[in-house]
Nanobody
């Protein structure tokens, strides 16, 4: 089992930045690929960024490419999502997730992820 806990959400003005953290506990963190998803009210949960087990591959949704950066520090069992140039449409609950099955590449498919955090709210005001 892996437990994930997000932090770093909050209220920010458009154009601002936030850094989300996802701390993992349980089994060996470095064996898992990690992803960030978000869910806005009335919408499906969507993939936004992921990183493979080694950190050598990343994948981003078109909506965040060039603005968001995912990274991992295995020594701290933590994955980060640096979010710059935030827009009101980035407002959502952000979830981190871990995959034990799809690890060498990055999957954008929710069902490829086995463990999920509780989410952290990000609100971007215009």
């Amino acid at each position: 089992q892996v437990q994930l806990a997000e932090s770093g959400g909050g209220l920010v003005q458009a154009g601002g930045s936030l850094r989300l953290s996802c701390a993992a506990s349980g089994r060996t963190f470095s064996n898992y690929a990690q992803g960030w998803f978000r869910q806005a009210p009335g919408k499906e949960r969507e993939f936004i960024a992921g990183i493979n087990w080694s950190g050598g591959r990343t994948l981003y949704a078109d909506s965040v490419k060039g603005r968001f950066t995912i990274s991992r520090v295995d020594a701290k069992n933590t994955v980060y999502l640096q979010m710059n140039s935030l827009k009101p449409e980035d407002t959502a609950v952000y979830y981190c997730a871990a995959s034990s099955r799809v690890v060498r590449v990055v999957s954008g498919i929710k069902t490829d992820y086995d463990y999920w955090g509780q989410g952290t709210q990000v609100t971007v005001s215009s």
